[in-house]
């Protein structure tokens, strides 16, 4: 069965650094680009960054631009998303997502991770 | 970059049927069929319900269905059960690995 498992969560301080990772079982990896969706309390879901299976392109919104990036390690089954240059409003839980289509990306997560907490407060 | 827009929240009683909106403009859900929703329950992680305007995932109750107009996206819940009643948000790509959200609707079993 396919299984997601985030970790790197944590509370930092404003301007600080995190990185998360999501490491992926029981599918091909390399034949699926992975996504990282955030949901801050109380609010709805925000697609953030997506890279493709290869690690050829990568997206990422507006909102974390010049301070996210994300990477992925094809050997060992796991993508990543360094945070740089926190602010309050990174505060949210962070989900990794697979989606849908091999090597086919056009946003459809069918597998998401449990979640990891990012708190960014001094 | 915009987020799509639902309905705040939404309501039926068991057995009835409820119809959430996600509207979105020509550049996004009006130029492709990769219309998605997820269901979330409180403290879980969203769930596929539906992905390619009407597709359901292998699992997911024939009660969940999904359509298009133009640049709105339509989920319906027939049958309305207890167990309905959580978050759903509707997605749709947009071009150039771009993908928006809705707003989300808290759909109420009363």
């Known amino acids: 069965e396919v299984q997601l498992l985030e970790s790197g969560g944590g509370l930092v301080q404003p301007g600080g650094s995190l990185r998360l990772s999501c490491a992926a079982s029981?599918?091909?990896?390399?034949?699926?680009?992975m996504g990282w969706v955030r949901q801050a309390p109380g609010k709805g879901l925000e697609y953030i960054s997506l890279i493709t299976e290869r690690g050829a392109d990568t997206f990422y919104a507006d909102s974390v631009k010049g301070r996210f990036t994300i990477s992925r390690d094809n050997y060992n089954n796991v993508v990543h998303l360094q945070l740089n240059s926190l602010r309050a409003d990174d505060t949210a839980i962070y989900y990794c997502?697979?989606?849908?289509?091999?090597?086919?990306?056009?946003?459809?997560?069918?597998?998401w991770g449990l979640g990891a907490l990012v708190i960014v407060s001094s | 970059q915009s987020a799509l827009t639902q309905p705040p929240s939404a309501s039926g009683s068991p057995g009835q049927s409820v119809t959430i909106s996600c509207t979105g403009t020509?550049?996004?859900?009006?130029?492709?069929?990769?219309v998605s929703w997820y269901q979330q329950y409180p403290g879980k992680a969203p769930k596929s319900i539906i992905y390619?305007?009407?597709k359901r995932p292998s699992g997911v109750p024939d009660r969940f269905s999904g359509s298009k107009s133009g640049n709105t996206a339509s989920l319906t819940v027939s049958g309305l059960q207890a167990d309905d009643e959580a978050d759903y948000y509707c997605s749709s790509f947009a071009g150039n690995y771009r993908v928006f959200f809705g707003g989300g609707t808290k759909l109420t079993v009363l």
């Open positions: 020509s550049s996004d859900i009006g130029a492709y069929d990769h």
């Open positions: 997502a697979r989606d849908r289509r091999p090597l086919y990306s056009h946003g459809e997560f069918d597998w």
């Open positions: 390619e305007v009407e």
């Open positions: 029981g599918f091909i990896f390399d034949n699926y680009a």
